[in-house]
């Protein structure tokens, strides 16, 4: 009787999970394929062969994390006003202060520092990424303007670029200023005049 | 006679920028030593015995950096009004629009970004050059409340992290949203308010 290949047997999602937490700490390009390797337990040839090579695999991480956090955010918004739903968006910035090493920031908003060395794929998911953050504040902004919780010459489009963009700030200055209350003052400023 | 060593001649400041552009485009984790052998033309027993290694390389390029960008700020406020001197410093974020593929963004906030995998040293530089850059806007806000260009009951300190905030994350935006108008206005909603 033949030897027969044992069937990798490996959960995707464990995978994608712990190769997010490599491509965090190291940065995409100071993740090697052996640390991911090292991370994961499998070998080479499986990696390659069930995800592809490492910037498939990056483009997975991404991916996944966006859905991850989208899922989240949805969660922490449910029965909220527009007002009060972009206010725990910006919320979610102050769990930052008490992040532990390695896991600290927003692991979109690391990749976006890193495009100048990016390919046009991860520019291409970081354009959609926006675009899609921008539809989201417009659509709360909309909302809350038919509620009357903001004011109803305010431009939505505008304003949402300006709450990603503070949103963006607030997720690297989270990670200097180890003050929650010089945080929450920030946020308070940039919510309070909408 | 004996071979006499060639002493090694070569312009410290030259190294340095050269080096910049290999750490900015690569990030600190993805720029090996032989990258910067190739960028120099250094050998590496050179690089070693007149900079030391990567890591102390690199805080080199961090603090040459901010030098330049300091006279460069410097240059661009003088003869401003506090108000006017603000706006300038946003205002260079609109090179960022235009600027190529390699040299995008700002070096310092690219370096946060790396953040989770830095040791103590890079650390304490990135919140030495955020007590720097709260003190400067704290100054020249308490500057514009003394000539009645900022209304008086603003809170300086409050403030200065608040536009801190903003410069960091338009740094982020300017790299994804490729429009000078949509990024203008931001500014214009973030300065408007002071």
């Not at 394929?33 to 498939?56: C, E, P, W």
Request: hydrophobic content about 35%.
């Amino acid at each position: 009787m033949g030897v027969m290949a044992k069937p990798e047997s490996f959960d995707r999602t464990d995978v994608i999970e712990k190769v997010t937490k490599v491509f965090w700490t190291k940065g995409y390009n100071g993740t090697s394929m052996q640390d991911i390797v090292d991370a994961t337990g499998l070998n080479r040839s499986s990696i390659y062969n069930s995800f592809g090579d490492k910037h498939s695999l990056y483009l997975d991480t991404l991916k996944h994390y966006k859905k991850q956090t989208q899922s989240a955010s949805l969660a922490s918004v449910i029965n909220k006003t527009p007002k009060l739903a972009i206010r725990s968006l910006f919320d979610s910035v102050l769990t930052d202060v008490d992040a532990k090493q390695g896991e600290i920031g927003c692991y979109i908003t690391n990749c976006t520092a890193e495009l100048s060395n990016m390919d046009k794929t991860t520019a291409d998911f970081l354009a959609d990424n926006l675009d899609d953050m921008i539809d989201m504040f417009t659509n709360l902004i909309e909302a809350g303007k038919q509620t009357g919780e903001f004011k109803s010459d305010l431009d939505s489009k505008a304003t949402a670029l300006y709450l990603f963009t503070n949103l963006q700030g607030l997720k690297l200055t989270g990670m200097l200023v180890k003050s929650k209350e010089q945080i929450s003052a920030v946020i308070d400023k940039v919510l309070g005049d909408l």
